[in-house]
């Protein structure tokens, strides 16, 4: 079975814009174009906390193509719309024939 074949989704990148500063010198920061390309994800993890407020988060592992231009501060959107944070640089996968695949770590706040 081949990678193309487990990416079943198509969501999309949404790479980290800088548009500018503020009055306080603070970047103005944006996310897009987005940029479509297939992908696969599991679930990793839930929580949810309740003191003092309530807040939902969940984790998950992105499988994409070794060819997806995708970076630790940008966002990725889901093929149903959700945006989720890229946690960290995603990771490359090396075969002696050359790149197989990226993984990244994602995270999305509901609450």
Do not use: C, K
């Not at 989704?9 to 479509?36: C, E, K, M, Y």
Request: aromatic letters at 8%; glycine letters at 10%.
């Amino acid at each position: 079975m081949t990678l193309a074949r487990l990416l079943r989704l198509t969501g999309a990148a949404l790479p980290r814009t800088v548009a500018g500063a503020d009055a306080h010198g603070n970047d103005i920061v944006s996310f897009g174009p987005p940029t479509p390309a297939p992908y696969w994800a599991e679930p990793i993890t839930g929580a949810e906390v309740t003191l003092d407020q309530n807040l939902q988060i969940g984790d998950a592992r992105l499988y994409l193509s070794a060819s997806t231009a995708l970076s630790g501060v940008d966002r990725w959107s889901m093929a149903d719309g959700t945006v989720w944070e890229v946690i960290g640089p995603p990771l490359l996968f090396p075969t002696p024939r050359g790149p197989h695949h990226l993984e990244a770590i994602v995270r999305r706040y509901v609450g």
